[in-house]
């Protein structure tokens, strides 16, 4: 087994893009270099499929198995189909093996089944939230136009009577980024403890333009924030948000849990409905094909060379970030936002700028007491994260100009 197989994971799309809702901000919405959405038919994995998948994926690590089922909306396969799932990895699975298993999902198909299911067998579920209904339902609607937050705040619940784990999920899109505040308070008062924020930046595939319902840079560089802010609390969090969690593990020494901080692409495999694999879910495109898993098992198509050249591509920073003193906690984010409406650097690069400047303070007092509470006595006078920006060096918002005339002339980091 190779060293870093325990690195390894799936994320499968069992009835691929196909959804119970119109959200108008939709990720899978008209992308043309999507070789399925293009495809006017329902999408459902087989069983011929599903066995050869879990059969495969159980063996990528002989300690640990993990699946992320999502889509689309992975529910609209049944509750029948998910038994199943849980029968082959019984099946495939070895002795003293251990799986984890977690659906990302709008919710709405979850009944007291679903939560049973879900409880028996130790599902984590992410369900997508954006906060009270005036927020919410401004875009996540179903076909009819109807708004769903309230149904959705009921199947929250109805998880939560069952004590299945969740986390939930919320867009920041050009209208929530607006509500910061409001929107984490009002999760957190519903006793939501787990948190997950996500840019929404999505390009018109007509026009090559940004779509109006995406978040600007400065919007979503003011939310996290403000969030920030309130998350930290005086140094007491009392809830998760997952990327400040993950940034935190990275002051920790550790290398951050999610891909987009990560110093390489490549932790994981996108399988599609048909058994097709991709390096990632943001580039399900024919240039990005890996092979099928009816022709070719996923251990090997793990070291295929469109991933390897795929996790290769991020791993040497771009000029303007080899000059940022935030290199080594943002790892220059996610390759999707680079090159947005033709624009060189990442898209939101002004907004992390802004956030690790602003919580870097309290992120370093947040290591130091863990780490006093492991013992460890931290640094009296912790080195700077990187080399400073010089007033003559490239500008790291990526703009081709000197710093002293660009962001450094503005007063931003």
Not at 13 to 28: E, I, M, R, V
Not at 146 to 153: H, M, R
Not at 301 to 328: D, I, M, S
Request: some cysteine; aromatic content about 12%; hydrophobic content about 35%.
């Amino acid at each position: 087994m190779p060293e870093n197989a325990q690195a390894r994971s799936l994320l499968i799309k069992p009835a691929s893009g196909d959804c119970n809702l119109h959200c108008s901000y939709c990720f899978y919405h008209d992308r043309p270099t999507d070789p399925y959405r293009t495809e006017s038919r329902r999408h459902r994995m087989s069983a011929e499929v599903l066995d050869a998948l879990i059969a495969q994926g159980m063996a990528l690590d002989r300690r640990h198995a993990t699946f992320g089922w999502q889509g689309g909306e992975p529910t609209l396969m049944g509750l029948d189909f998910f038994r199943e799932v849980v029968r082959l990895q019984q099946k495939h699975g070895q002795s003293g093996q251990s799986v984890s298993n977690g659906v990302q999902t709008n919710g709405l198909l979850i009944d007291a089944d679903w939560a049973r299911f879900f409880r028996q067998y130790n599902f984590l579920l992410g369900v997508s939230l954006d906060g009270p209904a005036t927020y919410h339902d401004a875009y996540r609607r179903t076909v009819n136009g109807k708004g769903t937050q309230a149904e959705v705040l009921a199947r929250l619940r109805l998880l939560r009577q069952y004590h299945v784990e969740f986390n939930v999920l919320s867009v920041v899109n050009r209208v929530t980024a607006q509500h910061p505040v409001e929107i984490y308070d009002y999760l957190v008062n519903e006793g939501f403890a787990f948190l997950q924020f996500i840019p929404c930046v999505e390009v018109d595939p007509t026009t090559g333009q940004l779509t109006d319902f995406s978040v600007e840079p400065e919007q979503f560089g003011d939310f996290l924030c403000a969030v920030f802010d309130r998350w930290y609390n005086g140094g007491e969090p009392q809830a998760s948000v997952r990327d400040f969690e993950a940034i935190l593990a990275v002051y920790m020494g550790q290398e951050a849990p999610l891909c987009c901080y990560q110093e390489r692409c490549g932790s994981y495999l996108v399988v599609e409905h048909n058994g097709d694999v991709y390096p990632c879910d943001f580039f399900v495109q024919d240039d990005l094909y890996v092979g099928n898993i009816l022709e070719t098992p996923l251990e090997r198509l793990f070291e295929h060379p469109v991933v390897q050249r795929f996790a290769a591509a991020k791993a040497e920073p771009r000029p303007e970030c080899r000059a940022c003193a935030w290199l080594p906690y943002c790892q220059q984010g996610c390759p999707r936002f680079v090159g947005v409406e033709g624009r060189r650097q990442h898209y939101l690069c002004r907004a992390y700028q802004r956030f690790f400047a602003h919580s870097h303070d309290g992120m370093m007092a947040l290591r130091d007491r863990l780490l006093r509470q492991q013992g460890i006595a931290p640094e009296a006078a912790p080195a700077p994260p990187a080399r400073p920006v010089g007033r003559n060096d490239p500008c790291p918002c990526g703009s081709g100009r000197k710093y002293k005339q660009c962001c450094g002339a503005r007063g931003k980091v």
